[in-house]
């Protein structure tokens, strides 16, 4: 089986929340692992994520170890990072074997051939506050202001400051099928210079639906805010469909 999953944002709300949806990720790779053979994290795995050149964010230990024990174990681990955790270097990567993207990506998956991105900085151009706030965070000067001229305590304070205060934002706004019309836009673009993708599969939005078209397929995944997440897995006959895992652990 290959799963899909994203907008985890371990580390976000209070320290109990924040360990409760890092033990329920965690049993969800615990559940994954009986017969997982690769698993895509679609971005914004972590609520903020930011390694110095020798310093990676304190936390996350069980989640980290699992993902370090299925690689070791010869399950594919792939991150394309999100807006959240864009900051990745080769931490991930040399202590856990996770493979990173930092851009969308056509990929042959099984026997399907699958577009893969987090989403957040797709179909953006008529959103010049949106286009301008991720080419700044994008920037590698800004990033290396950040590494150099603030202490990692400081730097990672703010950093969570930052992306709590952006997550609430994007809480406070009543979610619906429309919100999903600009990725649904990217996907239909795309499709017309890229005719052998089979399936689009986005996170970000944090809100689940899968809409099939003549030709393609698209998937989105929810985030881990709520009473259930929903993911994405592929079987032995190369199918993908939406999965549901109860968060709360008295309910799983």
């Known amino acids: ?51 110095h050149r020798r310093v990676a964010p304190k936390g996350f230990v069980r989640v980290l170890g699992r993902i370090a024990d299925l690689s070791d ?6 991150l394309f990072t999100g ?14 074997g996770v493979e990173i993207y930092y ?24 959103q010049p506050l949106l286009r301008a706030m991720n080419r700044m965070f994008r920037s590698s000067l800004l990033r290396w202001m950040f590494s150099w001229l603030l202490h990692p305590d400081i730097a990672l304070k703010f950093g969570a400051w930052w992306s709590g205060k952006s997550r609430k934002s994007h809480g406070a706004v009543a979610l619906s099928l429309a ?8 996907a239909s673009e ?37 009473e259930e997440a929903v993911y994405v897995a592929m079987d032995s006959d190369n199918m993908l469909s939406l999965k549901t895992f109860a968060i709360d652990e008295t309910i799983s």
């Open 103 to 126: 851009h969308p990506k056509v990929m042959t998956i099984g026997r399907r051939v699958v577009h893969i991105a987090h989403g957040d900085n797709l179909n953006v151009d008529n």
């Open 190 to 226: 795309h499709k017309l210079s890229h005719t052998n993708v089979e399936a689009y599969i986005f996170g970000h939005m944090h809100i689940p639906h899968h809409e099939k078209m003549e030709e393609y397929e698209m998937f989105f995944l929810s985030d881990w805010s709520a």
């Open 83 to 96: 807006n959240h955790d864009m900051w990745c270097r080769d931490y991930l990567t040399e202590e856990c």
């Open 179 to 186: 919100h999903l019309t600009p990725l649904k836009e990217y």
């Open 1 to 51: 089986m290959i799963y899909f999953v994203s907008d985890i944002h371990l580390g976000a709300g209070s320290k109990v929340e924040a360990r409760s949806t890092e033990h329920a990720f965690c049993r969800w790779l615990d559940m994954v692992a009986e017969d997982a053979t690769e698993i895509y994290l679609l971005g914004d795995i972590f609520d903020f994520w930011f390694e």
């Open 73 to 78: 174990r010869g399950v594919r681990v792939v």
